[in-house]
């Protein structure tokens, strides 16, 4: 019987899924409204200095063997850049957002226009959502956000729209006002005949939700990573993996540590200046699954 200093942890192997993203340049990136309580437009922004950060992104995600596509930004609204808030795709369908501040609400037909012109059927809101900041696929569940952003119904709606569980999440720190800044999803690819692991693992900052949601979580990802408030202070659950790599923020040093010990290989990549904005590698990444 092993004793607790000769005890061996086994650390699963992890494998490297081929992801296709949507992103966008941040070419007119800048803070001059607040609709999050990251913005302070008071504050100056450096819209080259966001791009040279964004570009070290998407080199990134070159790099490791993923496909990414751009859509063009638009002039007047500098969170286009987040296009996790465009949508939210599967299997080749991509369900637009209707984002709640007007101020974001001209970027929805131009990511509808995007989604049909590349091949997807492309889906209409009746409810406010924004898309993959709000809603996460976790296996073969959405996990669905809400409190701050995306509306009750459109959990109902996104769950009509893709014929899928929908995990209702409320989310209570206006800090963490969607989803994918207070959760990630670690395994895009599930199922041992897929490459993936038996279900999806998730690493989430607890006090980020209320309790019930908290006790959704706990019962339905008993192994999952708890990462503390100083990491998720620092945006380090806006993160993208793709099974094997998880790029995070560079501030994020318990979830990095963290992340080794499952056998994850954690990147890190400064986004400082987008995160002026409430944004970060997560807002900055729409996950497009299927259809070419």
Known sequence: MSTPETATVTVPARTAHHRRYLMCRPEHFTVNYS???WME????????????????????YLELGHEVELIDPLDGYP???YTANGGFVIDGRAYVPEFRFVERQGEAPAFADWFRANGFDTVMPEEVNEGEGDF????????AGTGFRS?????????????????????????????DTALAVLDPVVGVENGGPAAAN??????????ASQRILAERFPDAILVSDEDGAVFGLNSASDGYNVIISPRAKGFEKQLRERGYNPITVDLSELLLGGGGIKCCTLELRGAK
């Open 79 to 81: 969170d286009m850049v």
């Open 41 to 60: 437009p008071a504050n100056p922004t450096d819209t080259a200095k966001a791009l040279a950060q964004w570009q070290k992104l998407y080199d990134l």
């Open 202 to 211: 998730i690493a989430y900052l607890p006090h980020a939700f209320d309790e």
């Open 136 to 143: 996460l696929l976790a296996g073969d569940v959405i996990l």
């Open 151 to 179: 509306t009750g119904d459109s959990h109902r709606e996104v769950g009509e729209v893709f014929g899928r569980e929908v995990v209702s999440l409320t989310l209570v720190d206006p800090r963490f006002y969607h989803l």
């Open 35 to 37: 609709i999050n309580p």
